[in-house]
């Protein structure tokens, strides 16, 4: 079956034999941007986090048939070094990963967040941060949401400003 | 009193144990529960609450805000709860996982409408009658009427999810609940038929 939609800004349109294929396995395989990573397949992990019309979303466990019509953001969408996301500019300065292997689905995890809680409590990024990193960069990876938070406070207002 | 001016008044209360006995069916539709022992109506109630009293319903119905998981009831891993709406925290919430379907590769369950039911619904830990009361309970039940009420237990996709429960994510079956739907079905319009009448203690 044909399934059309938006990754990272470029309209897609696949052909797919199954339409319960997960979201992972096309961003991954078929479109050929690895950076949203496999680690259970179970929704257990968060390595395969990505946004799904602006939500976050265990790729591993979305059928494909379910993205039609929608937006896609991947880790590559979010931003690049020379415009990156909040999220990813704070997670370079607190020099966040070890292996990097679970980052880009923390990072996605932590955009959705930032989008809904713009300046998260301790308890609110336990709630919310539940993916898991191996190499337990989770004191480090604190640190970075509160800043991201503060980056994109100071980032929207300069926009604000630029806009009235 | 005289012998037949007793006899006068007892055959009156008797017709007035009838009277009221037989008015018991005309609380239908006013969600009202009787403590009457009738073992017929008890065998419809029985079926539908062995249904209603299985993890596949008690697991998302829970007394402390945290969903369960599997027949042996296990707190949903990853520090999942209730969240504000029934749906998990503001960015890491029920449909982070769960889509309107079971995902058959990961084997996360999923269903339309996917989420807690409110807190005014506990269920767990409750007795079968316990959780009868409160299911016809109006101010428990989200104001639901005995047709809504019945409507809910034997057509919402939700609630009929527990018979296509999906696989786990060891690709093992989970279990229905242990009466077939359509014997369910029958059991729960019989019921309310019947006035919804909840045994005695
Ligand atoms: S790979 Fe999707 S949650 Fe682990
Ligand atoms: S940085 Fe290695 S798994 Fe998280």
Redesign the interface.
Known sequence: MKISFTINGTAQSIEIADENTPLLWVVRDILDLKGTKFGCGKAACGACTLHVGGEAVRSCSYAIKFVEGKEVTTIEGLGNEQNPHPVQQAWIEEVVPQCGYCQPGFMMATAALLNKVPNPTDEEIDQNIINVCRCATYYRMRKAIHKAAELQAVMNASTETQTS | MGKSAFGYMFFGFLLMGVVVAMSYPSTKGENLSVLLDNPVEDEAYHKMMDVLMSPRCVNCHPSDNIPKQGDDRHPH?????R?ENNLG????NC???H???N??????PGAPEWSLAPDKMKWEGLTRNEIARSMLNRQHNGDRSLTELEHHLTEHELVLWAWKPGVD?QGIPREPPPVPLEEYRAAVKEWIENGAIVPED
Do not use: L
Not at chain 2, 89 to 92: K, N, S
């Open positions: 891993y990853f520090g999942m709860a969240g925290y503001q960015a890491t449909t982070t996982c889509q309107t379907e995902n058959r590769y990961s084997g996360v994510a």
